[in-house]
Nanobody, 119 residues
Framework: QVQLVESGGGLVQAGDSLRLSCAAS????????MAWFRQAPGKEREFVVA????????RLADSVKGRFTISRDNAKNTADLQMNNLKPEDTAVYYC????????????WGQGTQVTVSS
């Protein structure tokens, strides 16, 4: 019902910035929020940031406050993750997620994009 495609990952040095983009297609009119998660090697997938589709309110993980931010373009059905002052600890596969409202609420995931930060 909703397809998500991430882009923008790559190999960067510590202190660099990177912008990830998530493009949604399908039943996008039913999106209630979009979010970014990440999974580092040997670790569980963790929440990074989420944004409400209507009001734009943002929720950030403590680990990225002051460095990461999220924005969305409702007309283009995209949500971008701006990552500044990247650290080696930020190395992970970053996944876009969307919450879709129907009779209930369903979550959808993108395929992930690799971010590698060298020291």
């Amino acid at each position: 019902q909703v397809q998500l495609v991430e882009s923008g990952g790559g190999l960067v040095q510590a202190g660099d910035s990177l912008r990830l983009s998530c493009a949604a297609s399908g039943r996008t009119s039913s999106i209630i929020s979009m979010a970014w998660f990440r999974q580092a090697p040997g670790k569980e997938r963790e929440f990074v940031v989420a944004i409400a589709w209507r009001g734009g309110s943002v929720r950030l993980a403590d680990s990225v406050k002051g460095r990461f931010t999220i924005s969305r373009d409702n007309a283009k059905n995209t949500a971008d993750l701006q990552m500044n002052n990247l650290k080696p600890e930020d190395t992970a596969v970053y996944y876009c997620a969307a919450s879709i409202v129907g009779p209930g609420t369903n979550n959808y995931w993108g395929q992930g994009t690799q971010v590698t930060v060298s020291s």
